[in-house]
């Protein structure tokens, strides 16, 4: 299986920060990595597909960005709304794997 | 729009089977172009992919899983099913359902099932 790593594992940042979170995967996965945001109490929604693709509806603020091992998610200016945790999630091999996910909340 | 919904038990005793089901509305099942999944989240944890079904009845499993998954379709119903067997505490999660086999565009609210006697 593909490992799937994420850093931070939480943080804290003030409204109007820029956020960044990192996924890495265990092995070359060129660009099949997507992005999910998931709130307490609800299902994960996709935000990011194709490493880079911000999915219909999705604000502008989100964005990402990588390719073979290491990927970005930028928040670019955090709105309270965004309170979550975000995992990554790769699609190159069976089985799909996910991150351990990063908690992001107001400072 | 399309949407998901689970159904199922949300206590299963030990060592029995599992059993959900995820109702499609606001598309067809069967129209094809779209896998459906089964993926699980432990209490305060991370997200594990359990398979997906293609209309055709095409399935992949997780190795993690695969000697206890079944996963099916009934395109009259516009439903696919989850069955897992010889549960355990460890299988205490929430499941959703979910469409796609690259990304997950379209979930269920989720529904726990607890594992316990």
């Known amino acids: 299986d593909i490992q799937m790593t994420q850093s931070p594992s939480s943080l804290s940042a003030s409204v109007g920060d820029r956020v960044t979170i990192t996924c890495q995967a265990s092995q070359d996965i060129s660009n099949y990595l997507n992005w999910y945001q998931q709130k307490p109490g609800k299902a994960p929604k996709l935000l990011i597909y194709?490493?880079?693709n911000l999915e219909t509806g999705v604000p502008s603020r989100f964005s990402g960005s990588g390719s073979g091992t290491d990927f970005t998610f930028t928040i670019s200016s955090l709105q309270p709304e965004d309170i979550a945790t975000y995992y990554c999630q790769q699609y190159d091999n069976l089985p799909r794997t996910f991150g351990p996910g990063t908690k992001v909340d107001i400072k | 729009q399309v949407q998901l919904q689970e159904s199922g038990p949300g206590l299963v005793k030990p060592s029995q089977t599992l059993s959900l089901t995820c109702t499609v509305s606001g598309g067809s099942i069967s129209s094809g172009g779209y896998y459906w999944s089964w993926i699980r989240q432990h209490p305060g944890k991370g997200l594990e992919w359990i398979g997906y079904i293609y209309y055709s009845g095409s399935t992949y499993y997780n190795p993690s899983l695969k000697s206890r998954v079944t996963i099916s379709v009934d395109t009259s119903k516009n439903q696919f099913s989850l069955k897992l067997s010889s549960v355990t505490a460890a299988d205490t999660a929430v499941y959703y359902c979910?469409?796609?086999?690259?990304?997950?565009?379209?979930w269920g609210q989720g529904t726990l099932v607890t594992v316990s006697s």
């Open positions: 194709d490493a880079s």
């Open positions: 979910a469409r796609g086999a690259y990304y997950y565009d379209y």
